[in-house]
């Protein structure tokens, strides 16, 4: 569906502008007819054709200049799915790699117990990676999705919190100590699987980009607008430049070379954030922190205290 509204625009208005196109030259022809009559019986059609015909010109202008952006914004969508491809292929073939050369060795040597279980944590490890990969992809593809009838509840965000602060550690490897947690009480109604997912990725996010040693701190404090509760949640990375603080919100956007990149990723994490978040009526926006290294991701949402 999505793909049918995106070609519908550009087909609309290039139809639109080739018929444009052809009344002004239909008008260029009457004009020379009428033009040499202008002082005639004929003078009132010559300057009505040449008023229509300054007002097509100025709609087919805007009409190439709005062309040109879309075709613009369609390469950089190309692009970003290309990043897309090779950041989902790699993340694919890592982890199958990796537990293909753990098995060839388990089955063609003999080993120790301690270093098969190595192994085994190993493959875990590698099938949790594969995991997390659908699962977001999964998640994006049902953004498009029906879900009128997906329970909405009272979802306290301060134990919510908590436990997606616990699986970014567990997932990262790092103390729990990591994230830290300024939490006040406050109830947001929502499906509790739109809440996680918003938040898991925020947090992930976060301790994958901390700096050594991570450090996270998430935060819940009332918003500037009443009936809504402000999260916050920072880094000590190496941040995010100003003028990409919009795109990294778009699909398929990530920062960088996918030849060049480090951390493992589909682009898909910010851009489910963003847009579940305005499907809760509420806004997401990304920071710097003063005078410090380091993103912040702020998520007003409607909310109650607890």
């Known amino acids: 569906m999505s793909t049918r509204r995106s070609l519908s625009l550009p087909i609309a208005l290039g139809t639109v502008m080739i018929v444009l196109l052809v009344i002004l030259i239909v008008g260029w022809i009457l004009l020379s007819v009428f033009g040499a009559l202008a002082d005639s019986r004929y003078a009132a059609l010559y300057w009505v054709l040449l008023s229509v015909g300054t007002a097509l010109m100025v709609l087919l202008l805007v009409g190439v200049v709005f062309y040109l952006v879309l075709s613009i914004k369609a390469i ?126 925020l947090i992930d996010n976060a301790v994958k980009y901390a700096g050594d040693p991570p450090e996270v701190e998430v935060t819940v404090h009332a918003a500037d607008d009443d009936g809504q509760a402000c999260v916050r949640i920072s880094d000590n990375g190496p941040g995010i430049p100003i003028q990409f603080r919009r795109k990294v919100f ?7 070379s996918e030849l060049e990149r480090k951390k493992p990723g589909t682009g898909l994490g910010l851009y489910i954030v963003r847009t579940l978040v305005r499907r809760l009526r509420g806004r997401v926006r990304v920071r710097g922190r003063d005078q410090q290294p380091g993103t912040t991701f702020e998520v007003e949402l409607p909310a109650r205290v607890e």
């Not at 040597?109 to 490890?125: K, N, P, T, W």
């Not at 509840?153 to 947690?181: I, N, Q, Y």
């Not at 778009?250 to 960088?256: H, K, V």
């Open 250 to 256: 778009g699909r398929f956007y990530r920062l960088g």
């Open 76 to 201: 950089n969508l190309t692009q970003r799915q290309s990043n897309f491809i090779d950041s989902v292929t790699h993340e694919l073939k890592s982890p199958i790699a990796s537990m293909k050369l753990y098995l060839q060795t388990l089955s063609r040597h003999r080993v120790g117990e301690s270093q098969q279980a190595d192994f085994y944590r190993y493959m875990l490890e590698d099938l949790e990676r594969l995991d997390h990969l659908i699962n977001q992809m999964l998640d994006a593809g049902r953004l498009e999705a029906d879900r009128s009838d997906a329970k909405i509840e009272d979802v306290p965000l301060g134990p919510l919190l908590e436990e997606c602060a616990e699986a970014a550690c567990l997932s990262h490897h790092v103390p729990s100590e990591t994230v830290r947690l300024d939490l006040k009480p406050y109830v947001v109604t929502a499906r509790r699987v739109d809440l996680t997912m918003i938040f898991r990725n």
